[in-house]
């Protein structure tokens, strides 16, 4: 990823040799065991850039009937995927080949979807908002012109890169968005909550190797004690998913 440039939209003379950004920038530390982010010079990252980019990524109206989001695919409460569905849905339902990777650390990888057909999260914003089964919208100046259309934007990017929405700047704001998604640092992210959760629960949790055959056990009493820990076990997988905990 040397370039600073997304290739795609700059052989399309979509983008300007240099891109304008305003507001704070934002010089985000990795987690430990993680090195430094790589940021395009051209599309430096600022606070106001992941705030309008979450915002797109939130929006339905960036779908061709209102109704799909990029969130609707990659789920901020399944860890930015969808793990409940083999395939991802589109729109109207539209079943889809693949299942939604997911985007934490998206920052970090050199090729993106799971071909890797695309080298920059620059480009690669446009891809599934252009898929007839994903998103459907008809082309890059139509989505540039919706955007201009909701007042509520024409503040926000004023505020990003001192001027309107432009496709280079929508593509900018979704891809400072993502790239500011940095995960490290496990277990449980620091969540001390959830590692005590966990320590709660793992000692109630009998296996083969571990609980010896007794002549005053039965197996069916083993095997009880086996399910009863189990559903806890479960129950606490639940929990920890609801707060985007892991439990691996």
Same mark, same amino acid.
């Given at each position: ?22 507001? +704070?920038? &934002?010089?985000? +530390? ?36 209102? &109704? ?6 990659? &789920? ?29 650390? %998206?920052?970090?990888? @050199? ?32 989505? %540039? ?20 929405? +432009? ?11 993502? @790239? ?30 571990? +609980?010896?055959? #007794?002549?005053?056990? #039965? ?30």
């Amino acid at each position: 990823m040397k370039n600073t440039l997304p290739i795609g939209l700059a052989a399309a003379g979509l983008l300007l040799p240099l891109a304008i950004s305003a507001g +704070t920038p &934002v010089n985000p +530390t990795p987690p430990l065991g993680l090195p430094a982010l790589f940021i395009p010079e051209a599309n430096p990252l600022t606070q106001e850039k992941i705030d309008l980019g979450r915002k797109l990524f939130m929006d339905r109206r960036l779908s061709h009937n209102n &109704v799909m989001s990029c969130a609707m695919c990659h &789920v901020p409460e399944q860890g930015f995927t969808s793990h409940e569905l083999g395939a991802a849905i589109g729109l109207q339902g539209r079943s889809l080949r693949r299942n939604s990777p997911a985007i934490y650390n %998206v920052g970090y990888q @050199r090729s993106l979807f799971h071909e890797g057909r695309e080298l920059h999260l620059e480009d690669q914003v446009w891809a599934p908002l252009l898929a007839k089964n994903e998103m459907n919208m008809p082309s890059i100046g139509y989505v %540039v012109e919706k955007v201009k259309m909701m007042p509520e934007y024409k503040g926000r990017f004023e505020a990003a890169f001192g001027g309107e929405a +432009t496709a280079e700047r929508i593509g900018f704001a979704l891809a400072s968005y993502q @790239r500011a998604m940095v995960s490290g640092n496990s277990r449980f992210d620091g969540d001390s909550t959830c590692s005590a959760a966990r320590e709660a629960a793992s000692p109630a949790i009998p296996s083969a190797r571990s +609980t010896p055959s #007794s002549p005053t056990t #039965s197996s069916t009493t083993r095997d009880t004690a086996g399910n009863a820990a189990w559903r806890r076990k479960r129950s606490f997988i639940k929990y920890s998913l609801r707060r985007g905990c892991s439990w691996t």
